[in-house]
């Protein structure tokens, strides 16, 4: 039987490493991967930049809440786009009801991004993202280094096109991800 | 290092590992229904699934088997009969799994995705399921043994898994369980749910809808829950924390 002191003391270490262990991120949507030369040869632009405003609503339908917020566009990685574009996303919460799509991809308000765009369609105002949560990275600072990170941390449930499990994106510098991104685009031979 | 270090160390090891092995987690914010809703399955069907009625029997019989959720221990936690999904809305307090996509949300890459909608308070007023019937599904009644499958999803497995988040229950870290974040085609497996699965049912719905379980730490933190173990400070040295404590107590 050990003496409280050394009890709260071991209990104190053991506390902070299982709050270090990582939890699981909560989900509910199954999306099939994508990786970055598909995202880039089904999107209109890719872009880095910030969210400035968010609103929510219920769609045009009135079935699902949406959410859309203005992007201050910094960076055209590839393809054209305005200096500010609406990019649409599902849930949200429109007085007092929540909607909640885990596994989306959601846009808060300042969040630095990197996003793969699709141009409206017909009827549409606003953007959409592609592919889902893989065509969403957040963009943070990390000792001193800007770093991308996929949406797909979010909880999504991933399958290869080939069938198998698929492999989550992971986090990388921000430039590496510029590059990839435009690497991709010329080696697609598209006029970015 | 002294020894009394060394054998704590092997402690937070033991302790870290029975954490992890049991790690379903819960949507944020926790919610449950108030009672066990009552899924309408599509009577369309899904197109391409031939086992005479699209799937639609086989999904809904999934959804209430008891080799899922309705048999992990806290009673009969959901219901679902065929029926017509007109009407879809996500805010009509009537879940629906439709097997086409109405809210235009699942397309491109997206397989099936749940929506669930609450107000505060954590009481789930609706969750609907939508399905992209552009992608290629079969069941276990048109192929029991999988022989035929070729980058098929079973339309049970995605389904089960489906409806836990629908009921709740968020992704695990836990390899075979049904909530595990990552699918296979030709793989019916998540359609039986593991011991994690029925643990994270049993956190929210306890014996048999909305009851906290007697394993529960839920309004019992520092204290010991009824099923004998603890949700206090030392549980992690002792190795008798309840199931959520860290979720519901830190």
Known sequence: MMYWNERFRTAGVIALLVALAAAAPASGATFIDMEIPELVAASDAVIEGRVVDVQSFWDEKGAVIVSEATVQVDDKIVGKSEDWIRVRTVGGEVGGYTIQAPGFPTLDLDERVVLFVQRPGDGEEAFRITGHPLGKYRVVEDGGEQIARPSVDDGAVLVSPRGGPATAPRALSLDRLKEDVRDAASLLGLNR | ?250
């Open chain 2, 1 to 250: 290092m002294t020894k009394k270090t060394l054998i704590a160390l092997g402690v937070l090891a033991v302790v870290a590992f029975a954490t992890t092995a049991s790690a379903y987690v819960l949507l944020s914010p926790r919610r449950t229904w108030s009672s066990p809703p009552t899924y309408i399955v599509d009577n369309r069907g899904l197109t391409g699934v031939n086992d005479g009625n699209g799937g639609e029997t086989r999904t809904r019989n999934a959804i209430v088997s008891s080799i899922a959720w309705n048999g992990a221990g806290a009673g009969t936690v959901i219901n679902a009969v065929v029926g017509s999904v007109s009407g879809f809305s996500l805010g009509d307090g009537v879940p629906m799994l439709n097997f086409r996509d109405p809210t235009g949300q699942c397309g491109g890459n997206c397989l099936a995705a749940t929506f669930t909608g609450f107000f505060s308070g954590g009481t789930i007023f609706d969750a609907d399921i939508v399905t992209n019937n552009s992608h290629s599904w079969t069941s276990m009644g048109e192929d029991p043994g999988g022989s035929g499958c070729s980058g098929e999803f079973y339309i049970e497995g995605v389904m089960v898994h489906e409806a836990g988040h629908g009921l709740g229950i968020g992704h695990t870290n836990v390899g075979g369980a049904t909530m595990f974040p990552s699918v296979s085609s030709c793989n019916n497996g998540p359609a039986s749910t593991a011991a994690d699965d029925e643990a994270a049912i049993n956190d929210l719905y306890g014996g048999g809808g909305g009851g906290i379980p007697a394993n529960s730490c839920q309004g019992r933190c520092g204290q010991q829950a009824p099923a004998g173990c603890w949700c206090d400070f030392a549980c992690q040295f002792y190795g008798d924390c309840c199931p959520n404590k860290f979720q519901q107590c830190g």
